[in-house]
């Protein structure tokens, strides 16, 4: 039986996992930070926790036997990418990283481009009413500008003592569609949206953004490193197939 590790903590791993359960060829298993208590992790084997950089992370896949590597994280985890692609290297394990597209860029947007949460906080005019789609650890920008009214949406409660920005926390995941999204931006008087250009599903803010006619601070994505890259769980799927399985026959 061949051997996959899945580097998770999005989506797409949690259904790769999913599709893969089913097929008796291969023993999957899902590799976790550990950040969020509840993880949707699809199905198979889980654990949980980081390698200790990138000779960590190939001592683990030589000593585990893993016939290959899915980096399935999300596109702004970018040291977990950069250290996927050294320590497949290292261990001689073949690697592809899934890298879901951008958000659409249409007509109607109003994107302000930047660099990261430094600079997606000082684009905000005095005053203004944002929704940010930021994670706990970005939120400090924000927090140092009272000026602003933020309404900050996160999936487990802040820990005690956490810097919040001033404004209003809620609490769950986004939802799927642009008509929820618009709802709670019109609920809150929402003037601007704060958001990495993460693409996939958390897509629906974005077009409800398109819809409410907001502007758009966007941080753009870090490259991903050197390799091949995958757009999706089909391809990714084909890829295993072709790696694994199809030079043996
Ligand atoms: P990061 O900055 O790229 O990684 C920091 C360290 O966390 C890594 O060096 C590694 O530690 C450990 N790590 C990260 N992902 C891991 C995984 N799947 N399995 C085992 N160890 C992992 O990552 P991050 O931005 O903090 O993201 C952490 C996790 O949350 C990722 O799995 C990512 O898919 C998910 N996530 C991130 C974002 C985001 O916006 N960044 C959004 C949604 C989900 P060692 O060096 O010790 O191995």
Known sequence: MARLLILG???EA??????LAGDDRLETVTSLAGLTRLPNVGAGRVRRGGFGGPDGLAAFLKEERYDALIDATHPFAAQIAAHAAEAAEIARVPRVKLVRPAFERTAEDRFVPVKDMEEAAAALPQGARAFLAAGRRELHPFAARPDLWCLVRMIEPPAAGETLPKGELILGRPPTDPETEAALFKTHAIEWIVSKDSGGRAGAKIEAARQLKLPVVLVE???PPPGPTLPDVDTVVKWIDATLFQQQT
């Not at 949690?14 to 599709?19: D, M, P, S, T």
């Open 14 to 19: 949690a259904e790769l996992a999913a599709r």
């Open 221 to 223: 994505r870090p490259a």
């Open 9 to 11: 903590g999005t989506a």
